[in-house]
């Protein structure tokens, strides 16, 4: 076994997708349940996941993933297809993915108290949370490509059409 070229078989579930946050410091929808199986592949240029297979609720999909670790600023690449998606299995409640704005910080000219306390507390625990998905911290740090292809949408019964989305940054 060498670590430059290392294969294996992984599975995955969770009962939301957000209960990885603390994972990888990004706050992620909460989709689920999940569950993931896939090849796992380890490489000096970093990590794939080969045939995998993807399930949030009832909708299956199938793909690859990788993450390149080689480069300066990691690539991540997500390719993703499905042959049915129901979107009442993406419900994303009041996720947004977008950074949330704290509040100023006070200036040195105002006295300390339990209220200035808290706010220190907050920003240090702020600092610690994982990041929205979409921040500027989070999108300075990587390049992302992903894509979806989708051949039947559904809403509840109501089939809306197919879809395809290719976000890259």
Do not use: C
């Not at 500027?136 to 894509?147: G, I, M, P």
């Amino acid at each position: 076994i060498s670590a430059d070229n290392m294969r294996l078989a992984m599975q995955l579930s969770s009962p939301s997708l957000n209960q990885l946050d603390n994972l990888h410091g990004i706050q992620l929808p909460p989709f689920g349940p999940i569950k993931l199986s896939a090849e796992l592949q380890i490489n000096q240029q970093g990590y794939a996941l080969n045939q995998m297979l993807l399930a949030v609720a009832n909708s299956e999909l199938s793909g690859s993933a990788s993450l390149t670790t080689a480069t300066p600023k990691p690539q991540i690449a997500i390719a993703l297809h499905a042959n049915n998606i129901q979107l009442d299995d993406f419900k994303v409640g009041d996720w947004q993915g977008l950074e949330q704005r704290l509040p100023p910080v006070p200036s040195e000219n105002t006295t300390p108290n339990k209220d200035n306390q808290k706010s220190s507390d907050n920003a240090a625990l702020s600092a610690e949370a994982p990041q929205a998905l979409l921040s500027q911290a989070v999108l300075r740090k990587v390049n992302a490509e992903f894509s979806l292809d989708v051949a039947r949408v559904k809403s509840g019964e109501d089939w809306l059409g197919e879809g395809k989305l290719h976000w890259q940054v």
